[in-house]
């Protein structure tokens, strides 16, 4: 490969020369070794300012990790002088713009360390090996360009969105993540969920008191601390938690009466009410959403208008009215999914009306006015007692525990963790690509930068054209 294309791979400076270019082995790797040295006659004095042409000496050539070269390691052999200012009488070594002061990584090897910590699918390992530094070099460089980012924040939105997430560091099982749900932006992640903690922490923040809705979900000390740091605030309980309650309460229904069922494994009932399929069809919604009633009236619109060539499907009846497969005496036979979850809820009295208590509060959730909303839960709540029904009896009871953070969230449609569950699933991935952090503050600062896309501890994107902005 010619000098010039060299130069222009490495898109050196124009004041810096290429003398040689070498290959040897590393071991069982090639490695490039390019000598360079700097052409500038006159360089400034860093004391008093002032330019120097006189060279006082020549220093021993230093090494410098560089960007790879058609994806081989490269190093720069850099040839430093050292002059003598006339001006201050000082001497000084002329500074080529490769490193920081003494550095023997290239600041464009550090910057790409940088970029390489923004994605959430490389570990620390991964970084390590694909930059040809030690896994200690790379966490010094990124723990550097993070030394800024805040420990507390500065300022609250008018909305909060507080989740816990089960990390497993050194600090304990569970972080706890603050969201910013409405501008969908990551605000911090805190070491612990305990509510002493949570208080010292709100407490530094000035404007907490502007904060005028807190979604969360179905923990306890939640509600605490924010009487306690938000007194103007509303508790809106997040729909996907409560609702899931409700379904997990008509499962932990099937599941009693699988064990019930076990002295016959044989048996019409255990075979129904075990199979994966089956499950699925009961804690279906058999009534459409507002999400996918929305989403069927845009169709429709676009179709009407003109501006969709295609007919919105009618995905719920095609679901239920599709036909399935089942191994009847022997043979497959074809049923609708409807048929089959009529079989299921005939097989006992206990699991029907659990099945229409969790679809009546699908119905309430989905279809009622919010000026009604608050009646028809407590007639539900009141249906569920009545029901006798240990598992519905006791959802019934968180229901009626959070009864007014409920009515929020119905009132408050706009305030859900949607943002909140998407963001998990990519601290999942943060910590599943490296098998877990066992360093609390690490994972901090690398999940925030990655979520955030910034070093600085802004909100922007700041990593544009190769340069970190502080």
């Known amino acids: 490969m010619k000098v010039g294309e060299v130069k222009k791979i490495l898109s050196l400076e124009s004041h810096i020369e290429i003398k040689e270019i070498r290959k040897r082995k590393e071991g069982k790797v090639d490695v490039n070794e390019i000598y360079i040295k700097s052409a500038r006659k006159k360089v400034r004095c860093p004391v008093c300012n002032q330019f120097s042409s006189k060279v006082h000496d020549y220093l021993k050539p230093s090494k410098i990790l560089y960007l790879d070269i058609v994806g081989e390691k490269t190093y720069l052999i850099v040839s430093k002088r050292r002059f003598e200012c006339k001006n201050?009488?000082?001497?000084?070594?002329?500074?080529?713009g490769l490193t920081n002061q003494d550095g023997n990584i290239s600041l464009k090897v550090k910057q790409k360390i940088l970029k390489d910590f923004l994605d959430k699918n490389k570990s620390l390992k991964d970084i390590a090996i694909s930059n040809h530094v030690s896994e200690d070099k790379a966490r010094n460089i990124f723990l550097e360009?993070?030394?800024?980012?805040?420990?507390?924040?500065?300022?609250?939105?008018?909305?909060?969105?507080?989740?816990?997430?089960?990390?497993?560091?050194?600090?304990?099982?569970?972080?706890?993540?603050?969201?910013?749900?409405?501008?969908?932006?990551?605000l911090d992640i805190l070491k612990s969920r305990k509510k002493e903690d949570l208080i010292d922490y709100f407490l530094k923040i000035e404007n907490r008191k502007n904060v005028k809705a807190v979604i969360i979900d179905l923990y306890v000390p939640y509600k605490e601390v924010i009487k306690v740091c938000f007194?103007?605030?509303?508790?809106?309980?997040?729909?996907?938690?409560?609702?899931?309650?409700?379904?997990?309460?008509?499962?932990?229904?099937?599941?009693?009466?699988?064990?019930?069922?076990?002295?016959?494994?044989?048996?019409?009932?255990?075979?129904?009410?075990?199979?994966?399929?089956?499950?699925?069809?009961?804690?279906?919604?058999?009534?459409?959403?507002?999400?996918?009633?929305?989403?069927?009236?845009?169709?429709?619109?676009k179709y009407t208008q003109g501006t969709s060539k295609k007919k919105p499907k009618d995905k719920f009846n095609d679901y239920w009215y599709g036909k399935i497969k089942i191994k009847k005496n022997n043979k497959f036979i074809e049923i609708t999914r409807v048929e089959r979850l009529y079989q299921m809820l005939q097989l006992n009295d206990e699991l029907l009306k659990a099945y229409n208590l969790k679809e009546d509060f699908l119905r309430i959730i989905n279809n009622v006015k919010t000026d009604d909303v608050k009646r028809e839960l407590k007639n539900w709540i009141k249906k569920c007692k009545e029901s006798n029904i240990p598992e519905m009896i006791s959802v019934a009871g968180t229901i009626d525990n959070w009864l007014e953070e409920v009515v929020n969230s119905l009132k408050n449609e706009q305030y859900n963790n949607g943002f909140t569950e998407a963001n998990n699933n990519v601290i999942d991935k943060i910590i599943s690509v490296s098998y877990g952090y066992k360093n609390f503050e690490f994972f901090r600062l690398r999940a925030l930068t990655i979520l955030r896309k910034s070093y600085s501890g802004e909100s922007q994107k700041n990593i544009e054209n190769g340069k970190l902005k502080k």
Do not use: W
Not at 88 to 96: A, L, M, V, W
Not at 159 to 176: I, N, W
């Open 88 to 96: 201050c009488k000082r001497s000084f070594t002329e500074d080529i």
């Open 145 to 186: 360009a993070t030394r800024n980012y805040p420990k507390v924040i500065k300022r609250l939105p008018e909305v909060l969105s507080l989740d816990e997430k089960a990390t497993y560091t050194s600090e304990g099982m569970y972080s706890l993540i603050i969201n910013d749900p409405i501008h969908r932006e990551t």
């Open 231 to 301: 007194p103007k605030a509303i508790i809106v309980v997040d729909p996907f938690h409560y609702t899931n309650h409700v379904i997990d309460a008509l499962d932990k229904v099937r599941m009693r009466l699988v064990h019930e069922s076990e002295e016959d494994k044989k048996s019409n009932n255990y075979y129904l009410l075990k199979n994966r399929v089956n499950k699925g069809l009961l804690l279906k919604s058999f009534s459409e959403t507002k999400y996918e009633l929305k989403k069927k009236e845009e169709q429709l619109e």
